[in-house]
């Protein structure tokens, strides 16, 4: 093959960089927007560089979009965690039965329910999942919003995968060893499947993180809202709190920034695993 | 032992059982339920007993302008988004892939794929300060390069283009991320034969790499189409579907129905939405099924 010439690599680094710098800009911005003074902001806009940092906006979002900071950052928490743990071994379970008997009635109809329920444009599911919830009695609680975030089409794909590759052999082996099916799945499979339970486990906590439109339909009050929910709160509030409002964009930003920078490849693998096979 | 393989098969559905419950109570329950307030009149839809008015509501929806239009630019804004993101999508991913890329593969991958994971509300609540008139960057920068001045969310010439810029930032790291992946699993033999018949580097993409993208290209296509058919969080954050209607698409024109109590409208425009988004998935789906055999 043809060397490339210095001239043509050095266009494409700077067009890759160029293009990477504008994808990054605007977390550079929203940091610096939160810790620089308005009159600061207004005199240089394009400025990333506080002259005075300042943690003031922080202090100024500890109540904010109807709910305290704390509150709101202890229930994305809770609920992420809740709705990931839950989410892992449901699917897990669900997607272990349906790729072992794949030609049951009941499975094949799951499967498809399953699949035409995921298309649903979701944001307009609001009430009929509300009257749902409502008749369930779980309408403004954290039950409701952590069960609706435990189901998801990536983590059925990735799971379905993964079991649709298993050595028939190995099953069969344990059940002429007279194991019981819970056996062959406790001490035999999910062994084995360690490392896409971590990939889903990680993939489910970055998505539920994010989630706002069911914890919004389904919280009664501010008690339950998660930090986006609380961002979303804050930025339709009148007046203008701009600093505060990166702020708390920033915080509910980090977390998952910080759990994909470590878990990158888990990550992109994951997700590139669960659409293209899927 | 008849019943003992009775149990052994019963213990599947067992397993199955709460992902069968999640499934039919928060997917399909809801959808059924969403259908059937769409055949009845919204006063009373929410009632024990609602009063069935049949396809008056699809009837009311199609005579609405203000529907119609959304319902075009929704498809219009889709069209427009899917290439958008595809064409950058594949451009970035063939320089990041081609030779000429050395070092630094993995930072440009990073950057583009970061806004993927970044929560949408967080996202977009920062584009929206971006494109603003006096805090915003964006015209700050347009000054400096003395460009004219951007009109961003504000202008309902400029709007779309400014929802579909940071829709682009959020979701092309994915679709940069499948390529990526098909790239990677190109056959190298058919490159290198190409160079030996003395094929353009254009030829070579077009009759070679191209082809071969075939899967990546489905699976971007079909997932864009139903992303951007669905476009709403950046609308709910950056445009509440203003100004003028300039971004009020179907899914935020549902919802705000909604909120105005028209419950059997807002529901049939749902179910439309829905059907318009199984019709694309489904023949994508077959056509790049076809193209594959």
């Known amino acids: 093959m043809t060397r490339p010439s210095p001239w043509a690599q050095a266009l494409a680094l700077a067009v890759a960089g160029g293009v990477s710098l504008l994808f990054l800009f605007p977390y550079a911005w929203m940091l610096s927007s939160a810790l620089r003074s308005t009159r600061e902001i207004l005199s240089a806009p394009l400025g990333l560089w506080p002259a005075k940092p300042s943690a003031e906006a922080f202090a100024s979002i500890a109540e904010a979009g109807g709910t305290t900071l704390l509150r709101a950052t202890l229930n994305s928490l809770g609920i992420t965690a809740a709705s990931t743990a839950l989410a892992v071994c449901i699917t897990a379970l669900g997607a272990y039965a349906l790729t072992r008997r794949p030609q049951a009635l009941a499975f094949r109809l799951l499967r498809a329910g399953f699949l035409l329920s995921m298309m649903y444009p979701y944001m307009l599911l609001v009430i009929p999942v509300y009257l749902v919830m409502f008749k369930l009695g779980l309408l403004g609680g954290y039950t409701g919003i952590v069960l609706f975030l435990s189901l998801g089409p990536v983590q059925f794909f990735l799971f379905e995968q993964f079991f649709r590759t298993l050595p028939p052999e190995v099953i069969e082996a344990a059940t002429v060893d007279g194991a019981s099916e819970a056996q062959i799945l406790f001490r035999i499979v999910l062994p084995m499947a360690a490392p896409v339970v971590a990939t889903v486990a990680t993939i489910t906590f970055l ?16 008690d339950t809202y998660t930090l986006p929910v609380a961002l979303l709160a804050l ?7 701009f600093q505060g409002i990166m702020a708390m964009a920033l915080i509910t930003t980090v977390p998952p920034a910080l759990v994909f920078l470590l878990a990158q490849r888990r990550v992109m693998g994951g997700l590139t695993d669960g659409a293209v096979k899927g | 032992m008849p019943g003992l393989a009775i149990r052994r098969e019963g213990v599947f559905y067992l397993f199955a059982l709460p992902f069968a419950a999640l499934t039919i109570l928060f997917g399909l329950w809801p959808i059924l339920l969403s259908i059937q307030v769409s055949f009845t009149a919204s006063a009373t839809a929410l009632q024990p007993h609602p009063q069935w008015v049949g396809l008056a509501n699809y009837a009311a929806i199609f005579a609405d302008p203000v529907f119609q239009a959304s319902l075009a630019r929704t498809l219009l804004y889709t069209v427009l988004a899917v290439a958008a993101n ?34 949408d509300v967080a996202g977009y609540v920062v584009w929206r300060w971006l494109y603003d008139q006096s805090f915003g960057a ?117 919802y705000q129905q909604f909120d105005s109590a028209q419950y059997g409208q807002a529901t049939a425009m749902a179910t439309v939405l829905f059907a318009i988004v199984l019709l694309v998935a489904l023949s994508a789906y077959r056509v790049t099924e076809r193209g594959r055999a």
């Open chain 1, 207 to 222: 998505l539920n993180w994010a989630q706002w439109f069911p914890v919004l339909v389904i919280s009664a009050t501010p």
């Open chain 1, 235 to 241: 930025n339709g509030e009148l007046g203008t709190n």
């Open chain 2, 86 to 119: 595809l064409a950058f999508a594949l451009a970035y991913a063939l320089l990041l892939d081609s030779a000429l890329i050395g070092w630094g593969r993995t930072v440009f991958k990073l950057a583009v794929f970061l806004p993927v994971v970044t929560p």
């Open chain 2, 138 to 254: 964006v015209n700050a920068a347009l000054k400096l390069a003395g460009l004219p001045g951007f009109g961003g969310l504000a202008s309902p010439g400029t709007a779309m283009l400014a929802l579909l810029v940071a829709e682009l930032w959020h979701h092309a790291g994915f679709y940069v991320l499948i390529f990526l992946a098909n790239l990677a699993i190109l056959d190298r033999a058919q490159t290198e034969a190409s160079h030996i018949d003395g094929a353009t580097t254009l030829q070579r993409f077009w009759y070679v790499t191209l082809p071969q993208l075939r899967p990546a290209i489905a699976v971007n296509l079909v997932y864009a189409l139903i992303q951007f058919l669905k476009t709403f969080t950046a609308v709910v954050v950056m445009t509440k579907g203003g100004p003028a209607d300039a971004t009020n698409f179907v899914s935020f024109y549902a």
